[in-house]
């Protein structure tokens, strides 16, 4: 299994990105995606239909922890409730993180959603993580091994700071990443000297997409053909060689 | 085996999971009602050896992409095999049917869940005989115990809907059981290190009479993350002797809690907030705290922001209770623990509960003794702790009869003579002083 993780500043384009990765991928293999931003839209950029988030079935095992039958054990109830929310979709399943954690004690669902992620993910040909930038999820409900970060930026100084940033906190996270990589998305005066001071490798450009744009503002799935979508699989070519 | 067996059975199939793409049949499912596996004891002599009974449609027979009611009936018996272990047998049934390549199985009870994949049906599993033989082989040399086995599958809901219904009862019956079960009924206890990136000497020991303090793992769930992963956070504790039947010590507690503290923590008394009572991670639902004024305890859950009787809110209290100390006085625990028999047993249990906040009051009421109920205060009462005082002896609080013994010293006029040299000389004069103290010493001049 082949992990990749996307990230970066809010805005840049990662949801898109990560959707552009994952149709790119199934090409190729099965894909188990996620969604770990709070604010979940890859399912509505994949055309996904989702019937329930990991954050949702978290909060009903807290509520509901002392309500369960004694013998029908947490482990297995949350294991079922995974599966039960997966979105199943043509080449790629979808499972949505959701909701931020509130003020309750984590350590035994997170503990359990990590085994059941972890064990989910080895079904897959690829798995690609769409991140929120403080890769909470990636540190706390999960374990896989990335193999591939890729951050996005659009060009300002902010989407740089955010991206070294980011890389920081994957070096003290440990260096589970194998290569760190930066997209520059939809600039139109690419600053490649900029990007590549941040530290990150330099891996290459997805130009402005006005079909992309169109359907991000109609709030409508990723069209199947499309300018960024071509740029994606030369990007994801040199990834997959090295 | 008559025939070569199809597919291969390995611990590697765990976890393997079809994807709708793959699946040849879905059986049981959120979109089947009905759906049950179910294991029960019998006598010797009413279990065919081996036999594996097929009661309606077969693999074979089913549409590709259907979905169908299903049952596994597990049957079995052995000398050894009693009522109590049906549930731990039946908790098997995921473990060995995942160990079937391209069969999924998820869930419990009657949620159950499973998959057969388009492969695994192509290389001729189309049959749930060979199910049936996979898990007889496992059960028999997995659980020795086992000494007979048959095995039921049914998939027409004539036959599961009436089945499924009446499993509920035995399940509800097994749950009562379980719910009854107390820590001198086992030989295991659990512990549970999952806090220790927060609190680095805290441990929790988990009996079926002490839930963890998150509230969230109970002895049947540490015992099935204990074999899961028996090097994992959650780790079984041979319970060992009792060596105090009123605090509740056991060596086998006291030799966990030493060695996950590395030393810090030596004894655990299981069922009191005095002497050495458990450590308290960070993740506590609430936190009993002792309030020396009405020699009583109160209690505080984490969602109640405003103040206690004792004038600090939960936030000061976790602070104190917090971080893996042993403390005297201060203790967090679950809210379900007040439903524990043994809830502050050593102690004097409800008797000795005092104030609490009105959401939790209400949450546990089926918890506290009836007759007690109205004895304690909470926020709308009052948080001042004089006013507790008054109220509780209103009331006739059973605490009240603790305060009797106390000390008072009641006196007009009372001279005091400084013990210490740098007063010496001086001399002391209370006025209409009462003077509370836990131990009075007069000595002769």
Same mark, same amino acid.
């Given at each position: 299994m082949h992990a990749f993780a996307v990230s970066g500043k809010g805005g840049t384009g990662k949801t898109v990105l990560s959707a552009l990765i994952i149709r790119e991928l199934t090409k190729k293999g099965v894909v188990l995606a996620i969604d770990a931003d709070a604010d979940s839209n890859l399912p509505d950029v994949l055309g996904a239909e989702v019937e329930g988030t990991v954050g949702d079935i978290r909060e009903e095992l807290l509520q509901k922890k002392c309500k369960l039958p004694p013998e029908y054990t947490k482990d297995v109830w949350l294991e079922g409730k995974t599966y039960e929310i997966l979105s199943e979709n043509n080449g790629f399943d979808l499972l949505v993180m959701g909701r931020p954690e509130g003020p309750e004690c984590y350590c035994m669902v997170n503990n359990l959603l990590r085994r059941i992620i972890d064990m989910l993910s080895q079904n897959y040909d690829y798995t690609v993580i769409d991140s929120e930038a403080g890769l909470e999820h990636i540190s706390r409900r999960t374990t896989i091994g990335v193999q591939d970060m890729v951050v996005v930026a659009d060009g300002s100084q902010q989407s740089f700071d955010t991206a070294s940033r980011i890389k920081n906190l994957a070096d003290e996270l440990g260096a589970r990443f194998d290569h760190i990589y930066l997209v520059l998305n939809k600039t139109k005066t690419p600053d490649i000297k900029r990007a590549e001071m941040t530290g990150l490798t330099f891996l290459g450009l997805i130009p402005y997409d006005p079909d992309i744009e169109k359907a991000c503002y109609n709030g409508v799935p990723l069209p199947e053909h499309s300018k960024a979508a071509a740029s994606v699989h030369e990007l994801l070519e040199k990834i997959l060689q090295r | 085996m008559a025939k070569e067996f199809p597919v291969e059975i390995g611990v590697v199939y765990e976890g393997e999971r079809i994807r709708k793409d793959n699946m040849r049949v879905e059986l049981g499912g959120t979109k089947v009602p009905y759906k049950a596996e179910l294991v029960q004891s019998r006598a010797m002599d009413e279990i065919e050896d081996g036999k594996i009974t097929v009661k309606g449609r077969d693999l074979k027979d089913m549409e590709e992409g259907g979905r169908y009611p299903f049952v596994i009936l597990v049957e079995v018996a052995g000398k050894e095999v009693e009522k109590d272990l049906e549930a731990v047998i039946e908790r098997r049934i995921h473990d060995f049917s995942n160990y079937v390549e391209g069969f999924m199985h998820v869930n419990q009870r009657y949620d159950i869940w499973c998959r057969v994949s388009k492969k695994s049906f192509q290389k001729g599993f189309d049959s749930f005989t060979y199910l049936g033989q996979a898990l007889i082989k496992l059960f028999k040399a997995e659980l020795p115990i086992i000494e007979k086995i048959q095995i039921t599958f049914m998939t027409e809901e004539e036959d599961v809907k009436p089945f499924a219904e009446n499993a509920r009862e035995i399940y509800e019956a097994r749950d009562a059981r379980a719910r009854a079960l107390s820590d001198d009924d086992v030989d295991e206890f659990?512990?549970?290190?999952?806090?220790?990136?927060?609190?680095?000497?805290?441990?929790?020991?988990?009996?079926?009479?002490?839930?963890?303090?998150?509230? *969230?793992?109970?002895?049947? #769930?540490?015992?099935?993350?204990?074999?899961?992963?028996?090097?994992?956070?959650?780790?079984?504790?041979?319970?060992?002797?009792?060596?105090?039947?009123?605090? =509740? &010590?056991?060596?086998?507690?006291?030799?966990?809690?030493?060695?996950?503290?590395?030393?810090?923590?030596?004894?655990?008394?299981?069922?009191?907030?005095?002497?050495?009572?458990?450590?308290?991670?960070?993740?506590?639902?609430?936190?009993?705290?002792?309030?020396?004024?009405?020699?009583?305890?109160?209690?505080?859950? +984490?969602?109640?922001?405003? &103040?206690? !009787?004792?004038? !600090?809110?939960?936030?000061?209290?976790?602070?104190?209770?917090?971080?893996?100390?042993? /403390?005297? $006085?201060? /203790?967090?625990?679950?809210?379900?623990?007040?439903?524990?028999?043994?809830? =502050?047993?050593? #102690? $004097?249990?409800?008797?000795?509960? !005092?104030?609490?906040?009105?959401?939790?009051?209400?949450?546990?009421?089926?918890?506290?003794?009836?007759?007690?109920?109205?004895?304690?205060?909470?926020?709308?009462?009052?948080? #001042? %702790?004089?006013? /507790?005082?008054?109220?509780?002896?209103?009331?006739?609080?059973?605490?009240?009869? +603790?305060?009797?013994?106390?000390?008072? /010293?009641?006196?007009?006029?009372?001279?005091? %003579?400084?013990?210490?040299?740098?007063?010496?000389?001086?001399?002391?004069?209370?006025?209409? *002083?009462?003077?509370?103290? #836990?131990?009075?010493?007069?000595?002769?001049?």
């Amino acid at each position: 299994m082949h992990a990749f993780a996307v990230s970066g500043k809010g805005g840049t384009g990662k949801t898109v990105l990560s959707a552009l990765i994952i149709r790119e991928l199934t090409k190729k293999g099965v894909v188990l995606a996620i969604d770990a931003d709070a604010d979940s839209n890859l399912p509505d950029v994949l055309g996904a239909e989702v019937e329930g988030t990991v954050g949702d079935i978290r909060e009903e095992l807290l509520q509901k922890k002392c309500k369960l039958p004694p013998e029908y054990t947490k482990d297995v109830w949350l294991e079922g409730k995974t599966y039960e929310i997966l979105s199943e979709n043509n080449g790629f399943d979808l499972l949505v993180m959701g909701r931020p954690e509130g003020p309750e004690c984590y350590c035994m669902v997170n503990n359990l959603l990590r085994r059941i992620i972890d064990m989910l993910s080895q079904n897959y040909d690829y798995t690609v993580i769409d991140s929120e930038a403080g890769l909470e999820h990636i540190s706390r409900r999960t374990t896989i091994g990335v193999q591939d970060m890729v951050v996005v930026a659009d060009g300002s100084q902010q989407s740089f700071d955010t991206a070294s940033r980011i890389k920081n906190l994957a070096d003290e996270l440990g260096a589970r990443f194998d290569h760190i990589y930066l997209v520059l998305n939809k600039t139109k005066t690419p600053d490649i000297k900029r990007a590549e001071m941040t530290g990150l490798t330099f891996l290459g450009l997805i130009p402005y997409d006005p079909d992309i744009e169109k359907a991000c503002y109609n709030g409508v799935p990723l069209p199947e053909h499309s300018k960024a979508a071509a740029s994606v699989h030369e990007l994801l070519e040199k990834i997959l060689q090295r | 085996m008559a025939k070569e067996f199809p597919v291969e059975i390995g611990v590697v199939y765990e976890g393997e999971r079809i994807r709708k793409d793959n699946m040849r049949v879905e059986l049981g499912g959120t979109k089947v009602p009905y759906k049950a596996e179910l294991v029960q004891s019998r006598a010797m002599d009413e279990i065919e050896d081996g036999k594996i009974t097929v009661k309606g449609r077969d693999l074979k027979d089913m549409e590709e992409g259907g979905r169908y009611p299903f049952v596994i009936l597990v049957e079995v018996a052995g000398k050894e095999v009693e009522k109590d272990l049906e549930a731990v047998i039946e908790r098997r049934i995921h473990d060995f049917s995942n160990y079937v390549e391209g069969f999924m199985h998820v869930n419990q009870r009657y949620d159950i869940w499973c998959r057969v994949s388009k492969k695994s049906f192509q290389k001729g599993f189309d049959s749930f005989t060979y199910l049936g033989q996979a898990l007889i082989k496992l059960f028999k040399a997995e659980l020795p115990i086992i000494e007979k086995i048959q095995i039921t599958f049914m998939t027409e809901e004539e036959d599961v809907k009436p089945f499924a219904e009446n499993a509920r009862e035995i399940y509800e019956a097994r749950d009562a059981r379980a719910r009854a079960l107390s820590d001198d009924d086992v030989d295991e206890f659990y512990g549970c290190v999952l806090c220790q990136s927060f609190a680095p000497t805290h441990a929790c020991a988990i009996t079926p009479d002490r839930i963890s303090l998150c509230g *969230a793992i109970n002895w049947f #769930d540490g015992r099935a993350a204990a074999r899961v992963d028996p090097k994992g956070p959650n780790f079984k504790i041979e319970k060992g002797e009792l060596i105090d039947p009123e605090k =509740f &010590e056991y060596t086998g507690i006291n030799k966990m809690i030493k060695e996950k503290s590395l030393g810090e923590n030596e004894r655990f008394w299981l069922h009191t907030m005095f002497g050495y009572p458990h450590t308290s991670c960070g993740c506590f639902e609430a936190i009993a705290f002792f309030i020396p004024e009405v020699d009583g305890i109160g209690i505080c859950h +984490r969602n109640y922001h405003g &103040e206690t !009787v004792i004038g !600090v809110p939960f936030s000061t209290l976790a602070t104190q209770t917090g971080g893996g100390k042993q /403390l005297d $006085g201060f /203790l967090g625990i679950a809210i379900e623990y007040m439903r524990s028999p043994k809830f =502050f047993k050593t #102690d $004097g249990g409800w008797n000795r509960i !005092v104030w609490m906040p009105k959401f939790i009051k209400e949450q546990v009421q089926d918890a506290i003794p009836e007759e007690l109920y109205d004895k304690i205060a909470t926020e709308e009462i009052t948080t #001042d %702790i004089n006013e /507790l005082k008054q109220f509780l002896e209103e009331k006739e609080h059973p605490v009240t009869e +603790r305060w009797v013994e106390e000390a008072v /010293l009641a006196a007009e006029e009372l001279e005091v %003579i400084p013990m210490s040299e740098a007063f010496a000389g001086t001399r002391l004069i209370l006025k209409n *002083a009462r003077i509370h103290a #836990d131990k009075v010493i007069i000595r002769r001049r």
